[in-house]
């Protein structure tokens, strides 16, 4: 994909809030009808980048391009729709009429209950915006960000506050959306919603980008793999002492005891397991979960090197 074909580029940015470097030399890109999840704890520069993005801030060094303008042209946000962590809505409007005003802005805007269904609210349409529930004002916030049917839609943390049922409705309102051939750029520290909806991930920590790619691809970045075992339950405090191994899960079963283990190298466990004649069955190794991977990621003071393995189909071995 060339530079030209990408609705997002962020070359070398850095920005700084007085002594505080809230992105470090930051590179990234967003093509044409991706859908990206940017994940990393609090403060890691997520909400910093989006705002570049947004125009809303100017990078101290670097350059951030949008549609292949200037972020803070209007003109290059004319295909923009953004909804930020935190929206204030006229609570005496009901909201068909907020809708009716962002869509009053636009040319082809969204018909309203079309836009209402999709995010769960049809329902609403005539109820003050003052009179609804937080996750209900939230999932109206993220549905104006769509009023103008736009190409890239940034979306900054976009369930917080949401209950399941909420969540979901709203991951499938993104979902179909993406589908028409818009680009998503969103932030979260929630790996659920990253797993349910990005197809690229970017893992954002202390202000830098410490791994981007698809989920595999970053899970494929962390050594540590998952050893399934089934063991006889008198056997359990051996694999417990077994040094750079750690015991996730142990669930009693009628053939003895399923163990699943933690370790940096699976063979050399399985190895260890034989020599110590640890009797065993039923061996699955798999790769690290996201999580596992989100929180190496963002303990380590840098970009971690591929592990080889990491990538690799389960494998189940019988003994």
């Not at 470090?24 to 989006?50: C, H, M, Y």
């Amino acid at each position: 994909m060339t530079r030209d074909e990408h609705v997002v580029v962020a070359d070398h940015v850095t920005r700084r809030f007085g002594a505080v470097v809230a992105l470090d030399d930051v590179s990234l890109s967003v093509g044409q009808g991706e859908l990206v999840g940017l994940l990393g704890p609090n403060g890691a520069g997520k909400t910093t980048l989006l705002s570049l993005v947004a125009g809303l801030r100017k990078p101290d060094a670097g350059t951030v391009r949008l549609f292949g303008g200037d972020p803070r042209d209007a003109r290059s946000r004319l295909s923009l729709g953004t909804t930020p962590q935190e929206t204030g809505l006229p609570s005496t409007l009901r909201v068909q009429e907020v809708v009716a005003l962002v869509a009053g802005h636009y040319a082809a805007p969204m018909p309203t209950g079309e836009l209402l269904e999709r995010f769960g609210l049809q329902d609403l349409a005539r109820r003050q915006t003052g009179g609804l529930s937080g996750g209900q004002k939230r999932r109206l916030a993220v549905a104006l960000a769509l009023v103008g049917r736009p190409r890239l839609v940034l979306l900054d943390e976009p369930t917080t506050g949401l209950d399941v049922e909420g969540r979901h409705v709203l991951w499938q309102a993104l979902r179909d959306y993406h589908a028409d051939g818009a680009t998503v750029l969103l932030t979260s520290h929630y790996l659920e919603e990253v797993e349910a909806l990005a197809h690229r991930v970017v893992v954002v920590g202390h202000g830098r980008v410490l791994a981007d790619g698809g989920l595999a691809d970053v899970v494929a970045l962390v050594a540590r793999r998952r050893v399934l075992v089934t063991v006889p339950a008198d056997a359990l405090p051996r694999l417990e002492r077994l040094p750079g191994v750690e015991v996730l899960e142990a669930a009693g079963r009628p053939e003895g005891v399923r163990v699943t283990l933690l370790a940096a190298d699976a063979d050399e466990l399985v190895r260890t397991l034989v020599g110590q004649d640890v009797p065993f069955r039923d061996l699955e190794v798999r790769g690290a979960s996201l999580e596992e991977a989100f929180l190496a990621l963002t303990a380590s003071d840098g970009v971690l090197e591929p592990a080889r393995a990491a990538a690799e189909p389960v494998q189940e071995v019988r003994s």
